[in-house]
C-alpha cells in the first residue's frame, strides 16, 4: 500500500517560490503517474499538475502553466512541485496523490487518483 507525506508548504509572499515534496513508500515508486491537487477554503479540490512513471510527460492546469513545475526522482522515491510567482489565489491545501486509474494518459480527474497523502498548508500574502 503506497503512502505519501508532502512537505514544504509554508507562508510566502505574492510573487515569491516554494518547493513542494511528495515522499512516497510502500509501493513501486517509479511504476505510478504521480499528481498534485489543491483545496482552497469552501472549494472543490482541484488539479494542479500531473506527471509520468519516467518523468518525461507532464501535464498542467492552465492556472498555474508557466509558473508551476512538477519533477520527480525515482531515487528518492519524491515529487516535487516548485512554484514561482506565487499569487494571493495560490493560497490552498496542497496534495499528492497516485493516478491509479486510466494511467495510459496523464489525467486531470480527482476519480483516477487515490493514496492521498495528508496535504500540506500554502499561504501567499499580497
Known amino acids: 500500500q503506497v503512502q505519501l507525506v508532502e512537505s514544504g508548504g509554508g507562508l510566502v509572499q505574492a510573487g515569491g517560490s516554494l518547493r513542494l515534496s511528495c515522499a512516497a513508500s510502500?509501493?513501486?515508486?517509479?511504476?505510478?503517474?504521480m499528481g498534485w491537487f489543491r483545496q482552497a477554503p469552501g472549494k472543490e479540490r482541484e488539479f494542479v499538475a500531473a506527471?509520468?512513471?519516467?518523468?518525461?510527460?507532464?501535464y498542467y492546469a492552465d492556472s498555474v502553466k508557466g509558473r508551476f513545475t512538477i519533477s520527480r526522482d525515482s531515487a528518492k522515491n519524491t515529487v516535487y512541485l516548485q512554484m514561482n510567482s506565487l499569487r494571493p489565489e495560490d493560497t490552498a491545501v496542497y496534495y499528492c496523490?497516485?493516478?491509479?486509474?486510466?494511467?495510459?494518459?496523464?489525467?486531470?480527474?480527482?476519480?483516477?487518483?487515490?493514496?492521498w497523502g495528508q496535504g500540506t498548508q500554502v499561504t501567499v500574502s499580497s
Open positions: 496523490a497516485v493516478q491509479w486509474f486510466h494511467s495510459a494518459i496523464l489525467s486531470s480527474s480527482m476519480s483516477d487518483f487515490g493514496s
Open positions: 506527471i509520468s512513471r519516467s518523468g518525461g510527460v507532464t
Open positions: 510502500g509501493g513501486t515508486f517509479s511504476s505510478y503517474a
